[in-house]
């Protein structure tokens, strides 16, 4: 049986698409999808799950401070 990891994910926020993250030889790298997320542009991260929580991260700073 062969297991075979994806190298490019989704992240997806409340049910926004916040990017992809790709992986290389580094880690994974994230390619924002929608302006909110430009901060984590080109960012390079250990995980898909990393580059998620930072997105996830990103969009409750922005949420807190419209509140």
Do not use: C, K, P, W
């Amino acid at each position: 049986m062969s297991h075979t990891q994806s190298n490019a994910y989704i992240i997806e926020i409340h049910d926004r698409a916040a990017g992809i993250v790709t992986r290389d030889a580094r880690g994974f790298r994230f390619f924002s999808s929608e302006r909110l997320f430009d901060s984590l542009e080109g960012r390079q991260f250990r995980s898909a799950r990393e580059a998620e929580r930072a997105a996830r991260a990103v969009f409750s700073e922005r949420r807190n401070r419209l509140s």
